[in-house]
């Protein structure tokens, strides 16, 4: 009976405009990218929030420290850097132990935000476009938080200017 209650209350609410503004705003804030709301950043311990990333392109990239090819990526991570910009650059490991701390040395000294996303990796790649489970994988998203080009395989600055004329730089 409490939800039927809270339904109701929420369309009527809804009808009268009070909570129209509020439920825009939240869809403004990188709808897609709202899915690691809750996960932390392994540097600080901090948990993301979508909202700081509403109105900006941002690239996401998914990583494992036991995936040659993102050690790879990894170590040219200052030219992917370089490439996108002011770009914000968020990689996402499953795991933060030793090893990903040493090989993600240089994205977090380049800026990159390292997120720390244990539960539910899998399931986040799938829902990001890689039903596979590969890695490394990438995704950009444009400035309304909606992913509009994805890549499969280590990012260098090549990928990143393919990756720039399909989404707009």
Request: aromatic share 12%; glycine share 8%; charged share 20%.
């Amino acid at each position: 009976m409490f939800k039927k209650l809270k339904s109701v209350l929420t369309l009527v609410l809804l009808a009268f405009g009070i909570l129209s503004p509020l439920l825009a705003k939240a869809q403004d804030a990188a709808p897609m990218l709202a899915a690691f709301n809750g996960a932390t950043y392994a540097e600080s311990g901090k948990a993301f929030s979508a909202n700081q990333f509403s109105g900006k392109k941002v690239l996401v990239m998914f990583w494992k420290s036991d995936c040659p090819p993102c050690l790879v990526e990894m170590s040219g991570f200052e030219n992917i850097r370089k490439a996108a910009g002011a770009m914000p650059i968020i990689v996402v490991t499953p795991t933060w132990g030793k090893k990903e701390q040493y090989f993600l040395q240089k994205p977090i000294k380049n800026s990159a935000l390292i997120l720390k996303y244990k539960s539910g990796f899998n399931d986040a790649l799938e829902y990001f476009g890689d039903p596979e489970g590969g890695v490394p994988y990438s995704v950009m998203f444009n400035e309304k938080g909606i992913g509009c080009i994805s890549n499969l395989g280590p990012v260098n600055s090549k990928v990143m200017k393919d990756m720039f004329s399909e989404c707009g730089k």
